[in-house]
């Protein structure tokens, strides 16, 4: 059984820049929810996508932004790149039900220089 | 807003030792709470705790919660090198009860020496 894939593993971008980051979900898993991780915040919440529509938002700018497509791939992007968007920035799928748990993806590095 | 804090934030012991990560929360609405093991960069999940007092066991890890008191801890016996990690301690979506939308801890740095 496949994990959750993200893609790219490692992006350097400029700030100003914006980047597009993917994840596929396990087969079946129709929530995407993503986070950032950096090492002085830890892990936080962006958003959730369910069955194409965003269900849940975190406290990050309208710079953050992403789309879920009718087979569960989700795609985040980040516009106007800042210095501290740099992060390892994860995916996880889960079911929708209560008494799961949320699989991770192995993340995208993103640093923006 | 949901607050989960972890302790200690890092720890250093010797290959054998017993140690006991923390993590306390306050929730509007609690419902369960995670473990999960983060070596280089997928956290990969531990636990899932929703009643008091039970304890979930695998091998040399157990976990137990307390409702009352509002924190759980994580238990390692017998350390080995390969239990080096960031242990997160994560509750899930208030509202839902899902494990869509979690908020965690810090994490515990936990660096097991020979």
């Known amino acids: 059984k496949a994990g959750v894939t993200q893609t790219p593993r490692y992006l350097i971008k400029t700030r100003g820049q914006q980047v597009t980051l993917s994840c596929s979900p396990i087969?079946?898993?129709?929530?995407v929810s993503w986070y950032q991780q950096t090492p002085g915040q830890g892990l936080q919440f962006l958003f959730e996508?369910?069955?194409?529509?965003?269900?849940n938002k975190g406290n990050f700018p309208g710079r953050f932004s992403g789309r879920q497509f009718s087979n569960s791939r989700s795609e985040m992007n980040v516009s106007t790149l800042e210095l501290g968007d740099s992060a390892l920035y994860l995916c996880?799928?889960?079911?929708?039900?209560?008494?799961?748990?949320?699989?991770f993806g192995q993340g995208t590095r993103l640093t923006v220089v | 807003e949901d607050k989960v804090v972890q302790s200690p934030l890092s720890l250093v012991v010797h290959e054998g030792d017993t140690v006991t990560l923390n993590c306390s929360y306050e929730?509007?609405?609690?419902?369960?709470l995670l473990w999960y093991k983060q070596e280089k960069k997928a956290p990969t999940f531990l636990f899932m705790l929703?009643?008091?007092?039970i304890e979930k066991k695998s091998g040399r890890l157990s976990s137990i919660l307390d409702k009352k008191e509002l924190f759980s801890i994580l238990n390692i016996t017998a350390t080995q090198t390969g239990d080096s990690a960031v242990y997160l301690c994560?509750?899930?979506?208030?509202?839902?009860?899902?494990?869509?939308?979690?908020?965690f801890g810090t994490g515990t740095r936990l660096q097991v020496t020979l």
């Open positions: 996880a799928s889960s079911w929708n039900r209560e008494n799961t748990e949320a699989f």
């Open positions: 087969s079946g898993h129709r929530s």
């Open positions: 996508y369910f069955s194409e529509t965003q269900r």
């Open positions: 929730v509007t609405n609690f419902r369960s």
């Open positions: 929703t009643s008091s007092g």
């Open positions: 994560a509750v899930v979506d208030p509202y839902t009860g899902t494990a869509s939308k979690l908020t």
